[in-house]
C-alpha cells in the first residue's frame, strides 16, 4: 500500500527575496527576485508589482507577474527619475507585505530617437521572412533524383 500526503498553507504568502535591480538604464528596470521560502507550500499564484516616482506619496502602477517567473522588465520610464518599487507575492488567500527597493534610471537628454534608425524610420518594424532553399545538390545536380 502507498500513501501519499500533501502539506499547504491556508495563510497569506511570505514575501519575494533578494529583489534587486539587475539593469538599469534611461527608460527601462530589470527587476529580479527570488521566490518567497517555502513558496509552493503557500500556493503562489503570482507577483504584484507597483511602483511610483520617489517624491510622490502613492504607488500608481501595477502588474500581475505569472508564478514561477522572477523577472520583469519595467519600461516606458523617465530617464534620471528615481523610482520606488514595491514587489508581493500572492495566493488565494490574500497579497504578502510588500517588499521595496529604490532605483533611480539612467539620465538621458528629451530626445527619444534611436541611435540605430535614421529619423524617417523611427517607428519602422523590422520583419524577417524565412524562405526554405532547396539543397545546394539539387540546385547544381542535372541527374534525375
Known amino acids: 500500500m502507498y500513501c501519499w500526503f500533501f502539506l499547504l498553507s491556508l495563510e497569506i504568502p511570505r514575501s519575494p527575496k533578494s529583489f534587486s535591480v539587475k539593469n538599469a538604464q534611461k527608460k527601462y528596470l530589470i527587476l529580479t527576485w527570488e521566490e518567497p521560502e517555502y513558496g509552493s507550500l503557500y500556493q503562489i499564484q503570482n507577483y504584484i508589482i ?11 502602477a501595477l502588474w500581475t507577474i505569472p508564478y514561477p517567473e522572477t523577472t520583469m522588465i519595467m519600461e516606458n520610464l523617465d530617464p534620471s527619475t528615481e523610482y520606488t518599487i514595491r514587489l508581493s507575492s500572492n495566493n488565494k488567500y490574500g497579497r504578502s507585505e510588500g517588499v521595496l527597493l529604490t532605483q533611480k534610471t539612467l539620465p538621458g537628454n528629451n530626445n527619444t530617437q534611436s541611435r540605430f534608425l535614421p529619423p524617417q524610420m523611427t517607428n519602422t518594424k523590422l520583419i524577417f521572412t524565412c524562405v526554405q532553399v532547396p539543397s545546394r545538390r539539387k540546385l547544381f545536380d542535372n541527374s534525375p533524383s
Open 50 to 60: 507597483e511602483r511610483k516616482i520617489s517624491r510622490l506619496k502613492n504607488f500608481t
